[in-house]
């Protein structure tokens, strides 16, 4: 009887089928080039030949344990500034654009002002849609950004409902009766201003679009070194995949987590993100595979694959993501139009994707999220093998627009 374990038989049939099997093209995309083909097939012989070599499997102790992170906590200042660049979508080349025809429609159910541990706050916004029944997010930074469709009146409701729903303005506090700047005004008087509520008087001063005195400027810096570029007064947004491994379980497989306290940092700090900024959360789970799925791929990877194959060899498009959500999430926050946004991403696909068939929301700069362990030369951030190969695997096959210069 065999002495090999009985997961490095050579007997029993790769977990993944043959190449040869393989569908050339699956929803849209071309699926294998030869060198693919090769690339995969010298992944399949190098665990072929290291069981019938008795050889042991690569470890599986975990390199260093990543701590989980608390947004924008574990941040520390950057020695480098963000990097931001003009962009013209006109001349996208995408290799990947996943683009929708019509937006889907959303609605704002529900949004609570959340106390961050940071010390700073957000408002959590779930929306709901027409296409799929998740509860897609937007975390909100600032006072400036109201959702339309949450602020619009609903049937028969009563003021308690309206503020229970979070369409209030300003704060809520004990005993508070009405949802409307108006009515606390008439029947709290002076008082209420004089206690100083900064929010209802900006948002009076705005007529409802408030407008800080920072916003005007044309450029600043911060005490963290970061160099704010003639646009920095536009809402800073981010377009976040959810990823329950990197934001929840301390992975160091990917970027994921690290890229969330980021955009939350740079939004909070009012002199980075003056007019305050949004990350739309999209319930995309492991590039829109699901969470069960993403595990497999994670697997064929620790068996030498990249991220792009392995969603391939489980017949999945490399990304199966669409960001419809995402614009109609935009509009509904008041981002779209002429005056634009700033976008935090190095994804191309985003930043053609986000602004929607009609161009409803305007990309005017795109702002580098740059790997703090790259940023620190490796005294933050996440430290892994993998995490390495993943991003060299999201500059070479999905075209990132990340360097190390
Ligand atoms: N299928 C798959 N999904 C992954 C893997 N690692 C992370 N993800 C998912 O990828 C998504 C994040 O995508 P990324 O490619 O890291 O980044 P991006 O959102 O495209 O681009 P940025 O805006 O620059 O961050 C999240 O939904 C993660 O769950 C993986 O190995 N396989």
Redesign the pocket.
């Known amino acids: 009887m065999s002495n090999l374990p009985a997961h490095a038989s050579p007997a029993l049939a790769p977990l993944y089928s043959p190449q040869a099997s393989s569908p050339k093209r699956i929803d849209g995309l071309e699926l294998t080039s030869s060198a693919h083909e090769a690339d995969i097939q010298a992944g399949q012989n190098a665990v072929t030949t290291r069981a019938l070599r008795h050889e042991p499997p690569p470890s599986i102790i975990s390199p260093a344990f990543t701590p989980p992170a608390t947004p924008g906590f574990s941040t520390p200042s950057h020695p480098r500034p963000p990097r931001s660049t003009p962009v013209d979508t006109s001349q996208s080349d995408s290799p990947f654009p996943n683009l929708v025809d019509t937006l889907p429609a959303v609605e704002c159910d529900v949004r609570a002002r959340i106390p961050t541990t940071t010390g700073h706050e957000m408002w959590l916004h779930v929306y709901r849609n027409n296409i799929d029944s998740k509860e897609h997010l937007a975390i909100v930074f600032g006072n400036n950004i109201r959702s339309r469709s949450l602020d619009s009146e609903r049937p028969g409701e009563t003021e308690l409902d309206r503020m229970t729903r979070g369409a209030y303005v300003g704060r809520l506090y004990p005993g508070r009766t009405s949802s409307r700047v108006e009515q606390i005004k008439r029947v709290e008087g002076t008082t209420l201003r004089a206690k100083a509520k900064p929010d209802i008087r900006e948002f009076e001063k705005s007529n409802g679009s408030i407008v800080t005195s920072a916003s005007s400027a044309s450029s600043t810096s911060s005490e963290s070194g970061d160099v704010l570029t003639s646009n920095f007064a536009l809402p800073l947004v981010?377009?976040?995949?959810?990823?329950?491994?990197?934001e929840t379980v301390w992975s160091a497989?990917?970027?994921?987590g690290e890229?969330l306290d980021e955009a939350a940092r740079l939004m909070a700090d009012p002199h980075l993100s003056p007019s305050g900024g949004a990350i739309i959360y999209l319930r995309?789970?492991?590039?829109?595979?699901g969470l069960g799925?993403?595990l497999k791929?994670?697997n064929l990877?620790d068996l030498g694959n990249d991220?792009y194959e392995?969603?391939i060899m489980l017949r999945?498009p490399a990304?199966a993501r669409s960001y419809g959500l995402a614009t109609a999430m935009l509009m509904d926050l008041g981002l779209s139009g002429e005056k634009g946004i700033r976008l935090?991403?190095?994804?191309p696909?985003?930043v053609r994707a986000v602004e929607g068939p009609g161009r409803e929301v305007v990309v005017k700069e795109r702002v580098a999220?740059i790997p703090l362990a790259w940023k620190t030369g490796g005294k933050a951030g996440i430290r892994s093998e993998e995490v390495e190969k993943?991003l060299s695997t999201?500059i070479e096959k999905?075209k990132?627009m990340l360097s190390q210069t």
């Open positions: 981010r377009i976040h995949s959810e990823c329950y491994t990197g497989r990917c970027d994921c890229q995309q789970e492991g590039r829109g595979i799925e993403k791929a994670y990877q991220t392995a969603n999945h990304d935090l991403t190095n994804n696909d985003k999220m993943y999201k999905f990132h």
